[in-house]
């Protein structure tokens, strides 16, 4: 049975921090049930990295100003015929909540930036082994301590994040769905087309054939170059099908 990959590829810079977040904030859930230090490292690096992500630009601003812009797509819709209301208004009211809900949080992070063993052990990861148990024993201490303690403050950390997650999860899904697969073909392994108003590209590719895109595009514009995941001994068929979404 074929396998399918998605890629995607933001398009403008808003975008691009806001799958950061994505994936930062995935990879912190996964990693929630921390039982040693190889857990903790994965999730404190993580909830580090989403903390330098948040001190970038007006993010806040950012995004109520996107939950703002998908509630006017909405309401255009509404004049369509045979539109779903039921599913207009329910996604319309679950935007109206984010807003509110994001408005009266506090500053993104801002539970995890004042954390005490989370500034501790944010200041070591950048020296190559500087988690020792001897460089923080706050945090050897603090991995043995009942599970159900630490899972307890985990849960407390990720809550804090709860704002960003909903609205960031709703506007990527939207986005997400507003573009529809259409088949392409990129000869001698390149594709170029126009994005008049798009944030996002999608493509996927059949693992079979190995190759992985490249894409260099911005505002209006992209070209997709296609290259071998073996550089050696890989090669670029003169003709290539695939599925690209613009959304």
Same mark, same amino acid.
């Given at each position: =049975? $074929?396998?399918?990959?998605?890629?995607?590829?933001? @398009?403008?810079?808003?975008?691009?921090?806001?799958?950061?977040?994505?994936?930062?904030? *995935?990879?912190?859930?996964? $990693? *929630?049930s921390i039982t040693d230090h190889l857990g903790a490292l994965t999730f404190f690096r993580n909830a580090a990295e989403l903390l330098d992500v948040f001190e970038r630009g007006e993010l806040r601003t950012d995004i109520?100003?996107?939950?703002? %812009?998908?509630?006017? *797509?909405?309401? $255009?819709?509404?004049? !369509? +015929?045979?539109?779903? =209301?039921?599913?207009?208004?329910? @996604?319309?009211?679950?935007?109206?909540?984010?807003? /509110?809900?994001? =408005?009266?949080?506090?500053?993104?992070?801002?539970?995890?930036?004042?954390? %005490?063993?989370?500034?501790?052990?944010?200041?070591?990861?950048?020296? +190559?082994?500087?988690?020792? $148990?001897?460089?923080?024993? /706050? @945090?050897?201490?603090?991995?043995?301590?009942?599970?159900?303690?630490?899972?307890?403050?985990?849960?407390?950390?990720?809550?804090?994040?709860?704002? !960003?997650?909903?609205?960031l999860t709703l506007i990527l899904d939207l986005i997400r769905q507003s573009g529809i697969f259409r088949n392409q073909t990129s000869l001698n392994g390149f594709f170029q087309d126009n994005a008049e108003g798009s944030?996002?590209?999608?493509?996927?590719?059949?693992?079979?054939?190995?190759?992985?895109?490249?894409?260099?595009?911005? *505002?209006?514009?992209?070209?997709?170059?296609?290259?071998? @995941?073996?550089?050696?001994?890989?090669?670029? +068929?003169?003709?290539?099908?695939?599925?690209?979404?613009?959304?």
């Open positions: =049975m $074929s396998t399918t990959i998605l890629f995607e590829h933001p @398009l403008n810079e808003k975008m691009r921090t806001w799958l950061r977040i994505e994936f930062l904030l *995935k990879q912190l859930e996964a $990693s *929630k109520l100003k996107e939950l703002e %812009r998908q509630q006017l *797509k909405l309401r $255009s819709w509404t004049e !369509v +015929p045979g539109v779903d =209301m039921e599913l207009i208004n329910a @996604l319309s009211q679950r935007l109206k909540r984010c807003s /509110t809900v994001l =408005m009266a949080a506090p500053r993104m992070g801002q539970q995890l930036r004042e954390d %005490r063993l989370i500034g501790l052990v944010r200041q070591r990861l950048s020296i +190559p082994g500087g988690c020792c $148990s001897f460089d923080l024993p /706050t @945090l050897h201490i603090w991995l043995h301590q009942d599970q159900q303690l630490r899972d307890d403050q985990v849960a407390q950390w990720l809550a804090s994040l709860a704002a !960003v997650r909903e609205a944030d996002l590209l999608r493509l996927q590719l059949m693992l079979e054939d190995s190759l992985y895109p490249q894409v260099s595009g911005h *505002k209006s514009r992209y070209a997709i170059r296609f290259l071998p @995941l073996d550089s050696e001994n890989g090669d670029v +068929p003169a003709r290539l099908d695939f599925e690209l979404a613009c959304c």
